[in-house]
């Protein structure tokens, strides 16, 4: 049972270039989730799907684009990458957009802008 | 203010002792609260929820306190294998989302 994969594990973009970061869940969880984990700064919502069909702007969101493909993948998108935007992002999922259900988080994905 | 503080640590014990994390929050109209685990380099992992009544999962005790918006999480008989990180995690409150505000962590180091 993988649970909730990520890729790339790591990357390394130079300013101005774009990529997509990959997430998918096995799990049949309605719900997914992207964060950016900072030093000092917790994870914070980047945005997020409450469901197939739907996403919506968490609280940190300007310079990300967000696809829910399908129910398994969600995928982030960086169309030009800043060194502000070097991080650890964490994709994450959980049964429903109830308050109380756990959020099973991905391996993460290092990415540095230089 | 922020959403969730914590103590960042460390907090360095030796093997066998007991250590206990505060958390405050702030948003009176949270209703969901939780205390991951992370360890070096990894994901966050939850460790458990916490209940109005208080709750108890083998070494790890979990509180609330609704009034002074105050969460605690006590570690009895610490192992090296408790170190990690442990974040608090409180539900943001109102809507029909599930979005999780979350601690800075506190770091915990057991010695042996």
């Known amino acids: 049972n993988a649970g909730v994969t990520q890729t790339p594990k790591f990357q390394v973009l130079k300013t101005g270039q774009s990529m997509t970061l990959q997430c998918a869940q096995d799990?049949?969880?309605?719900?997914m989730y992207w964060y950016r984990q900072d030093p000092g700064m917790g994870l914070r919502l980047i945005y997020y799907?409450?469901?197939?069909?739907?996403?919506d702007k968490g609280e940190v969101p300007n310079g990300y684009n967000v696809s829910r493909l399908n129910k398994r993948e969600f995928s982030l998108r960086l169309e030009s990458a800043a060194p502000s935007q070097t991080s650890v992002y964490f994709c994450?999922?959980?049964?429903?957009?109830?308050?109380?259900?756990?959020?099973?988080f991905g391996p993460g994905t290092r990415l540095t802008v230089t | 203010r922020k959403e969730v503080e914590q103590d960042p640590g460390p907090f360095n014990v030796p093997e066998g002792a007991t250590v206990a994390f505060n958390c405050t929050y702030s948003?009176?109209?949270?209703?969901?609260f939780f205390w991951y685990r992370q360890d070096c380099r990894k994901e966050p992992k939850l460790l458990m929820s916490?209940?109005?009544s208080g709750n108890e999962d083998g070494r790890f005790t979990a509180q609330l306190n609704r009034a002074s918006q105050y969460i605690s999480l006590l570690i009895r008989d610490s192992k090296l294998s408790d170190s990690a990180t442990y974040l608090c995690?409180?539900?943001?409150?109102?809507?029909?989302?599930?979005?999780?505000?979350f601690g800075t962590g506190t770091l915990l180091a057991v010695q042996p």
């Open positions: 994450a999922s959980s049964r429903t957009s109830g308050g109380d259900y756990e959020q099973y």
């Open positions: 799990m049949n969880h309605n719900s």
């Open positions: 799907s409450a469901s197939e069909g739907t996403t």
């Open positions: 948003n009176s109209a949270s209703q969901s």
């Open positions: 916490v209940y109005s």
């Open positions: 995690v409180v539900n943001k409150g109102g809507g029909a989302t599930n979005k999780l505000i």
